[in-house]
């Protein structure tokens, strides 16, 4: 997606503070945080929404999850963490390229 400002960092087009990388994933510092550790945690294939996320591509979907996880290890997050997608404008997604916010370092209500 030429436009889509995560592909951008994902190509090295924008600058962003990367902390976690593999072959199928980014993770990079949200760049307006609302937590002491926010983190976006993003597959490098474009896909909009967590519903756009292939239905068979469950290799994907689990690789995203312990993506997260093993970035809270990689940050050294102890004391937990808050994993959160918004999935469509009504739940407040604004950028739309799938990805997940990992929250630490603040008491959370549920
Ligand atoms: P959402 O509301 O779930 O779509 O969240 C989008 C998130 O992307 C927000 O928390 C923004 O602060 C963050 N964001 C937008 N542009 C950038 C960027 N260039 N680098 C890092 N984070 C960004
Ligand atoms: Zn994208």
Redesign the pocket.
């Known amino acids: 997606m030429d436009d889509c400002?995560f592909c951008k960092?994902i190509r090295r087009e924008?600058p962003?503070e990367i902390v976690y990388e593999t072959d199928e994933l980014l993770a990079?510092?949200?760049?307006?945080p609302?937590a002491p550790t926010h983190v976006?945690v993003v597959p490098k294939s474009h896909f909009a929404s967590l519903d756009d996320l292939p239905a068979d591509n469950v290799d994907l979907a689990g690789k995203l999850l312990l993506g997260i996880r093993d970035t809270a290890a990689k940050l050294g997050i102890s004391g937990g963490y808050k994993v959160v997608t918004?999935c469509g404008e009504a739940a407040?997604?604004?950028?739309g390229h799938l990805?997940f916010?990992l929250l630490a370092g603040k008491k959370f209500t549920p």
């Open positions: 400002i960092i924008v962003a990079f510092k949200d760049i307006s609302l976006l918004n407040g997604q604004v950028v990805h916010h």
